[in-house]
Structures are given as structure tokens and as C-alpha cells.
């Protein structure tokens, strides 16, 4: 089944640009998923990729998949203290279940 | 519109007592599901529900029961709380096609501590 694994923990100043990492194990997924969390919310959809691009950009955010490595990377661009969260990459496993990462801790400092 | 709502918030229990956690969805979603989420290990899956009417265990399923009462409604109980469910519960639903799209809607999750 999938695995999934990503840094624990990143801390950047405001203006800078952000790199969440991800890795995987099941080149079958479809699509990959980003999901943010912000304090004391649940998850939401952040972004995706469909497994037969090499990028998509969305505003500020940018997602790279190198499908021969099995990486996947978040970028935002000129980051705010908003967007201070725990984001998470998902993979999908067998009938239609995600499984995610451990998640990545962003604190942006001002 | 709700989306997915789960009851309640927030919930105490000492060692040996037992709850149900409450989700619905008004999305009118076939599949739905129970995480946990723990420091560091990410969202961990319990329990889902392809359709109503069937349940299947998930990655960490000991411990925990489930219920689809109807298409929107997916109860977690825990019949005999032990600490090691100190967690946070999230609910979630989707569109049944399969394709993994679209993707997960979550609840805001129910906060569970277990003394």
C-alpha cells in the first residue's frame, strides 16, 4: 500500500519563499493531494497535481512532481504569517482512500 | 450548506468509559470516514464506509466500532476508552466514482481526551 513520508517542520520569514517535500511509494495514485490545517480546524483541499503533470500553479503555490523519484514539493511563493498551518500531501491508496503524510509544521516568522 | 459536522467538539472521558462520536454529511457523499490524528504520525484511517450499508476497517481499527446509520450519518463508538485514544477524530466524505476525485471533505474534528 501507499506510504507516505514529509519534514516534520519548516520555519521561514515573511516575503520568503516556502519548499514543503514529499515522498511516496505507490506510483499508482492518480492524483496527489496538498491539504492544509490551520489551528483547531480540519482539513482542506489546498491544491492537487494528476499524476501526468510535472507542475501546476495556482497563485502563489507551485507543485512539482518528479515521478521517477517519487517526490512531490509544495512551493509558496512570497509567504504570509496566514499562512502558518500543518500541510499535509496524500496519496491514494486502494477504493478510494487517502493516506497521509506525518505532516509538515510551517511557522512564518514576521 | 454544512458540508461535513461532527458532534461533539470536544469530550473528556476517564479510562474505561464509552462515547460515540457523532458525523453527518448533506453532500449527499457515498463514502465516509473515520481518522485519528496523533503528533507526528499524520491522519491515520479507522474505519470507512464505501456505501450505506457496508463498513471495513481502516489502518487502526482495535478499539473502536462504527455505525452508517443512513447515507449521511457514520457514528464512531468507543466501547471501553483507554488513554491511548487521547486524539483528535476527524470525519470525512466523498464521491463514490473511485478515481480518488474528488478528493476528502472533512468535519472540524471532535477532541478526545481520555484520563
Known amino acids: 500500500g501507499e506510504d507516505v513520508e514529509q519534514s516534520l517542520f519548516l520555519s521561514v520569514r515573511e516575503g520568503d519563499s516556502s519548499v514543503i517535500n514529499c515522498t511516496y511509494t505507490?506510483?499508482?495514485?492518480?492524483?496527489l493531494y496538498w491539504y492544509k490545517q490551520e489551528p483547531g480546524a480540519g482539513l482542506q483541499l489546498l491544491t492537487y497535481?494528476?499524476?501526468?503533470?510535472d507542475m501546476k500553479q495556482d497563485q502563489r503555490l507551485t507543485v512539482l512532481l518528479n515521478k521517477k523519484d517519487k517526490h512531490l514539493s509544495l512551493r509558496i511563493a512570497d509567504t504570509q504569517t496566514g499562512d502558518s498551518a500543518i500541510y499535509f500531501c496524500?496519496?491514494?491508496?486502494?477504493?478510494?482512500?487517502?493516506?497521509f503524510g506525518a505532516g509538515t509544521i510551517l511557522r512564518v516568522k514576521s | 450548506n454544512a458540508g461535513v459536522t461532527q458532534t461533539p467538539k470536544f469530550q473528556v472521558l476517564k479510562t474505561g468509559q464509552s462515547m460515540t462520536l457523532q458525523c453527518a454529511q448533506d453532500?449527499?457523499?457515498?463514502?465516509m470516514y473515520w481518522y485519528r490524528q496523533d503528533p507526528g504520525m499524520g491522519l491515520r484511517l479507522i474505519y470507512y464506509?464505501?456505501?450505506?450499508?457496508?463498513?471495513d476497517k481502516g489502518e487502526v481499527p482495535n478499539g473502536y466500532n462504527v455505525s452508517r446509520l443512513n447515507k449521511r450519518e457514520f457514528s464512531l463508538r468507543l466501547e471501553s476508552a483507554a488513554p491511548s485514544q487521547t486524539s483528535v477524530y476527524f470525519c470525512?466524505?466523498?464521491?463514490?466514482?473511485?478515481?480518488?476525485?474528488?478528493?476528502?471533505?472533512f468535519g472540524n474534528g471532535t477532541r478526545l481526551t481520555v484520563t
Open positions: 470525512a466524505s466523498s464521491s463514490p466514482t473511485g478515481t480518488g476525485w474528488p478528493p476528502l471533505h
Open positions: 505507490d506510483s499508482s495514485s492518480t492524483y
Open positions: 497535481i494528476f499524476s501526468n503533470m
Open positions: 496524500a496519496g491514494e491508496s486502494y477504493g478510494n482512500k487517502l493516506v
Open positions: 453532500m449527499n457523499h457515498n463514502s
Open positions: 464506509s464505501a456505501s450505506e450499508g457496508t463498513t
